[in-house]
């Protein structure tokens, strides 16, 4: 079993930034892809950005390209989401996610979940 553990969530203005970090431990936790969802509130949680687990390829979703940065550090077990550019329409409850294999966009793909961390936008 892989746990995961989010933090580095908060308040920001428009235009400001934050980074999001996901450490994990547990078994078999090295082969497990990251991805990051979030979750509005009356929303349905919706992919943000992944990276794999063998080449590191990342994909991010249409609506944070260019503004967000997913990482990773393998010698701390940890991935990070880099938030610049922040919009009051990305405030959510963000989650780091994890699963064996490939990244998928469906969050019902995988089956490691952090506790989740608050991030809120002001305008």
């Known amino acids: 079993q892989v746990q995961l553990v989010e933090s580095g969530g908060g308040f920001v203005q428009a235009g400001g930034s934050l980074r999001l970090s996901c450490a994990a431990s547990?078994?078999?936790?090295?082969?497990?892809?990251r991805a990051w969802f979030r979750q509005a509130a009356g929303k349905e949680r919706e992919f943000v950005a992944a990276i794999s687990w063998n080449n590191g390829n990342v994909d991010y979703a249409d609506s944070v390209k260019g503004r967000f940065t997913i990482s990773r550090d393998n010698a701390k077990n940890t991935v990070y989401l880099q938030m610049n550019s922040l919009k009051p329409e990305d405030t959510a409850v963000y989650y780091c996610?994890?699963?064996?294999?490939?990244?998928?966009?469906?969050?019902?793909?995988?089956?490691?979940w952090g506790q989740g961390t608050q991030v809120t936008v002001s305008s």
């Open positions: 996610a994890g699963k064996e294999g490939s990244y998928r966009y469906a969050y019902t793909a995988y089956d490691a």
């Open positions: 547990g078994r078999f936790f090295r082969i497990y892809t």
